[in-house]
């Protein structure tokens, strides 16, 4: 079992930054696949971007493709989501999760174990 805890969100204004950090204990934080996902007010929860156990291979949703980047330290048991030219409508919060198993790396059913949450709000 993994325990997931995201940090790095705020308030932000358009165009803006955020790096949101996601520190895994608990298991051998390279076992597991990773994956952003965020949910806003009356919406249901979507799928931001995901990463392979290694690394190696990563996926976005065509909402954050250039802007998002997720990368991993698997020394550091830390997943990370650099967030760059920031939309009011990325406003969410924002989880992280892992995956034992996985095939499409987008469903978040797929996915074993969820942090708390981060929010991040993105003003106009």
């Known amino acids: 079992q993994v325990q997931l805890v995201e940090s790095g969100g705020g308030l932000v204004q358009a165009g803006g930054s955020l790096r949101l950090s996601c520190v895994a204990s608990g298991d051998t934080f390279s076992r597991y696949a990773m994956g952003w996902f965020r949910q806003a007010p009356g919406k249901e929860r979507e799928f931001v971007a995901a990463i392979t156990w290694s690394g190696g291979a990563t996926y976005y949703a065509d909402s954050v493709k250039e802007r998002f980047t997720i990368s991993r330290n698997n020394a550091k048991n830390t997943l990370y989501l650099q967030m760059n030219s920031l939309k009011p409508e990325d406003t969410a919060a924002y989880y992280c999760?892992?995956?034992?198993?996985?095939?499409?790396?987008?469903?978040?059913?797929?996915?074993?174990?969820w942090g708390q949450g981060t929010q991040v709000t993105v003003s106009s």
């Open positions: 999760a892992a995956a034992s198993f996985i095939a499409t790396m987008s469903g978040a059913d797929e996915y074993d174990y």
